[in-house]
């Protein structure tokens, strides 16, 4: 008897199911090059850039190594709770090797009950995508030596607002307990909300959160590596940036002029009046929103004349371009057109955040 040859108009409308085909039934080799087309995928298979996190590998670190409690340090990553130090830490490499880089934070308070943890929030813009869509978190945690308490996944809402997901009406999606898995050695942690992410969202972030603990042992501490939120509900493998693409989305939050040992320029200044500067300065990127501007070190204006500007100010300040305002000096010479520069000092810095 011949044998009829099978083919798709024979087989019924969804007789082939998953249950039918053996484990590792179907591999690579049996797959015909070109055999599975993009219109073969479903409209939920991500594709392009999946990671909505800003600096999710924690390799850009402007304002500093190191800090404390109730602040950015790691350029997107806030730090908040009680008490903890929040520091820069070599990633291990050997694991992954997607960066130079770790987060460390670590609880360094006695008092009972307490907590430790970072923070990043997306702008609307960003978090739109979600609306009406499952996400899923993922990223790599390892725990000190003395690490005591509790430490959970979390990823949050706001519909109220555009602001951080820690204050106003904030809707928490899920909360994931991997105090029990956790150990010294770095391991990948997922979790991913039950239902979809309202349509009306202002914006979504995720927090990592060391509750429960005390005690000031320098090893109470958890750190962290490759942080991924994703549409979906499946964690897909860490998706890395270029180092310049992943330092300018960072400078949309914040930025710093300065704190290096040479003269440079910041901005040509006009009406240069007796102890007053003022000038436009574009920034370098399109921030968020209107900067918040704070000033160290000493300041000058090429060509000698002495050191003016130890009140910096903003008019007419847009998320584009800016109008400084330095008062309060001495010297200079009324309607002289000016190039302001810091001294030559580390320290000196102009600081522009953006941030929530």
Same mark, same amino acid.
């Given at each position: ?21 053996? *484990? ?17 995928? *479903? ?21 500093? @190594? ?71 978190? +993922? ?29 106003? @009406? ?13 150990? %010294? ?25 060391? @509750?429960?603990? +005390? ?59 007796? &102890? %007053? ?47 400084? &305002? ?10 002289? *057109? ?19």
């Amino acid at each position: 008897m011949a044998i009829r040859k099978v083919v798709s108009r024979s087989i019924a409308t969804d007789a082939v199911t998953t249950a039918k085909v053996a *484990a590792d039934a179907i591999t690579n080799a049996k797959i015909a090059n070109d055999a599975i087309q993009v219109e073969n995928f *479903a409209g939920t298979v991500p594709f392009g850039r999946r990671n909505a996190l800003i600096n999710g590998d924690f390799q850009e670190w402007q304002r500093g @190594t190191t800090g404390t409690v109730n602040q950015y340090v790691c350029d997107r990553w806030y730090g908040w709770g009680n008490q903890l130090n929040q520091s820069q830490q070599q990633a291990e490499n050997a694991t992954h090797n997607s960066g130079r880089f770790a987060l460390r934070i670590a609880h360094n308070d006695s008092t009972s009950s307490t907590f430790s943890s970072i923070a990043q929030t997306l702008e609307t813009k960003d978090a739109a995508q979600f609306r009406g869509k499952k996400a899923t978190f +993922s990223i790599d945690v390892k725990k000190g030596s003395a690490f005591t308490g509790s430490l959970t996944l979390q990823i949050v809402t706001r519909t109220d607002d555009e602001g951080t997901i820690n204050t106003g @009406t904030r809707q928490v999606l899920v909360t994931e307990d991997i105090t029990s898995s956790l150990t %010294t050695s770095l391991q990948r942690f997922t979790c991913t909300t039950s239902s979809v992410c309202a349509q009306n969202i202002r914006t979504i972030g995720v927090n990592v959160n060391h @509750t429960g603990t +005390s005690g000031t042992d320098a090893n109470n501490f958890f750190q962290v590596e490759r942080a991924q939120l994703e549409i979906g509900e499946h964690a897909t493998a860490f998706e890395t940036q270029s180092a310049h693409d992943n330092l300018q989305a960072c400078k949309r939050y914040y930025y710093k002029l300065g704190g290096d040992t040479a003269y440079q320029t910041v901005n040509t200044v006009v009406n240069f009046t007796t &102890g %007053t500067m003022l000038g436009f300065y574009a920034h370098p990127v399109q921030m968020r929103t209107a900067a918040n501007i704070s000033k160290t070190g000493n300041w000058s204006v090429l060509g000698g004349d002495t050191v003016v500007g130890q009140t910096v100010s903003a008019d007419q300040n847009g998320p584009k371009t800016i109008q400084l &305002g330095f008062s309060n000096g001495s010297g200079g010479t009324s309607g002289r *057109a000016a190039t302001l520069r810091w001294a030559n000092n580390i320290n000196a810095s102009l600081q522009f955040s953006a941030e929530f």
